[in-house]
């Protein structure tokens, strides 16, 4: 906003029945404009966008299969992570399943 104020908004990243582009919704839905106004640019410093739709795509497992790429000596780094959990010393540990079939 014109004090320096950052601003934040929250849309769906996919929402064709109401608009055709997330960013654009969010930052008309920010400025108070409706589907037709022009955006003036002019007003706006910076547009910072997140979305979530690959995570969610790997986590449901509806993306297509993908491969994994590393170098030698660091196929177990995505199986070791970073040992966080509840209980860090407990003798059986549940690990999640991996969100890769093979490492190349």
Do not use: C, W
Request: proline letters at 6%; hydrophobic letters at 40%.
């Amino acid at each position: 906003d014109p004090s320096g104020a950052l601003t934040t908004t929250k849309v769906l990243s996919e929402n064709p029945e109401v608009y055709r582009d997330a960013a654009l919704h969010g930052i008309r839905t920010l400025m108070g404009l409706g589907t037709s106004d022009p955006i003036p640019g002019e007003q706006i410093e910076a547009v910072k966008m997140g979305t979530t739709v690959a995570t969610n795509a790997l986590l449901e497992r509806k993306g297509d299969r993908t491969a994994l790429v590393i170098n030698t000596g660091f196929k177990d780094a995505l199986r070791i992570a970073y040992q966080a959990r509840p209980d860090i010393f407990a003798r059986h540990i549940v690990l999640p399943e991996l969100l890769y079939e093979q490492v190349v």
